[in-house]
């Protein structure tokens, strides 16, 4: 639950770097939340819950997962990628397992910081 409440506090944030733990538990969250909210949408016959959902968490996805590429030492304009089809979301998603071990120019560590 912190990862995810950080990740609304520094949605607006695209600097520095977001440790593997951060963004995984992020990733976690969201996806229960948006799998119970969808559920509770099917039985009711409406999506309100999962669309509003689904939009409260654009920019910090977008944001987590700029700062997750960053800690792999590339730029968040790298999450273009997934629009290229099937290949796209699995480089993303090796992207994200990767990490860096040693400051970039993105910051030191977020392990270490």
Sequence with gaps: MKYFLG???KCIDFSGRASRTE???????AGIVGITLGVIDYSSGTSILS???NL???LPAISILTR????????GWWQLIA???LIGGIILLIFAVQGSHDENSYGPN???A
Excluded: E
């Design 83 to 85: 629009f290229i089809p």
């Design 51 to 53: 669309s509003v959902f």
């Design 56 to 58: 409260a968490i654009v």
């Design 110 to 112: 977020p392990i270490h």
């Design 23 to 29: 963004y995984w538990m992020f990733i976690l969250f």
């Design 68 to 75: 997750r590429l960053h800690d792999t030492g590339r730029t």
């Design 7 to 9: 990740a609304f506090i």
